[in-house]
Each structure stands twice: as C-alpha cells, then as structure tokens.
C-alpha cells in the first residue's frame, strides 16, 4: 500500500488543502500551513445565552478559515482529522465532560452537500475523546445563517428543537462561532430537553 501511495504521489502530488501547493503524500497540509496554524492563538471566552463557556481553536483567518472553506464548499473530509485534531490537544481539561452534540444543520443543505461538517467534526472529536455523541436536535425551516448580515443573524436566529431528551452535561460542536445565535439557539433548545451544562467549542471565531 505504501508502494502505490508514494507511486501516485510522483504521478500526481498531492496537495495542501489549505494553500494548494504540493505536500507529502500521507499529509493534508503542507509544512508552511501546518506551521501557521500551530501558531493561530486559541479563543476562551464566556458564552452567548444559554452556552456556560466556549472555547474556539483559532480565529476565522489565515490557515484555519482555509480548513473550513476546503470541508464546507469543497468537500474536502480529510481535513476533519485535521481540525479534531488540533481541538483535542488544545482545548482545556476543565472545559471536557458530557456527550457530544452537533450543532444541527438545515435539511436542505446536507442534502446538497450530502455531509454534516458539524456533525462530521463532531463524530471524530467524540472518537478521540471517547465520549458519546448523540443526534438530539434538528433544525426546522428552510432558513441559514450562511450570508446573512451579523444584526439579521441575531435578530432571526434558527429554529432548533431537540427530538430527544439531553444529556445533563453537552458538548456542542460546531465549525464556526459568528455571532452565536446558532449556539444560543441549540443551547435552550437542549436545556429545555433536560441539560443543565452546555458548553460550545468550535474550529474557529470570527472575530
């Protein structure tokens, strides 16, 4: 196997998924890339309504925004490895504890795209975590935050409803953190299913 990965990387290298210049055949991102996103400073701060903490690995820019442009637009799935990856050894012992949710995206989209990039990152996260990840809420209506301007967000968030009852302790999960009407959202959605701490950690945040 090793053979034919080196022979078709000589045929046809294969290339960074942030910056598209060629890499090992066994990487997703190449050296330089790698590097700027183990510089990029993760963000703690307090929540939005409803969400006790969220922790987000880097700000919305740079090599991370690049991660998330190649899994949501360009289906790219290797790249979630990647991004669980850099949030599993980074984010704070204190913050860890409960079942994995992800933040739920509109039916529309994922048939679309035909994959959940939450939900994605969510189920390799729960992996290296060794935690549960459950499928206990959905999004209602044909609406996305995607475009929208930052008071349009705020002012129409999504309707999230859980179909099943919540863990007491959640980790919500979601790619990127905008205004946090999303996770506000899904957080009284949960907490009116029965959980009592919900704390958010995404990707990255826009700043």
Known sequence: MQLLQVAAGLISPPLCAACGRGCRVDAVLCTRCSRGLAA????????????????????HDGVARALVGALKFRRLLPV???????????????LLGGAVVAVPPA???????????????????AAK???????????RGSGHQVGRGRATRIRHPPRIEAITAAPRSVLLID?????????????????????????????????
């Open 80 to 94: 979630v490895e990647v991004m669980a990856e850099r949030m599993h050894w980074l984010v704070p012992g204190h």
């Open 107 to 125: 039916a529309a989209r994922r048939r679309r795209r035909g994959f959940d990039p939450a939900g994605e990152l969510a189920a390799a996260l």
């Open 175 to 207: 790619d990127v953190l905008t205004t946090g009407a999303t996770l506000s959202a899904c957080a009284a959605a949960l907490r009116g299913a029965g959980a009592r701490r919900v704390v958010a950690l995404t990707f990255t945040r826009r700043l």
């Open 129 to 139: 975590l060794e935690v549960d990840q459950l499928a206990c809420l959905a999004r």
């Open 40 to 59: 990029a400073t993760p963000i703690a701060a307090g929540g939005p309504q409803g969400v006790d903490r969220v922790w987000s690995s880097a700000p």
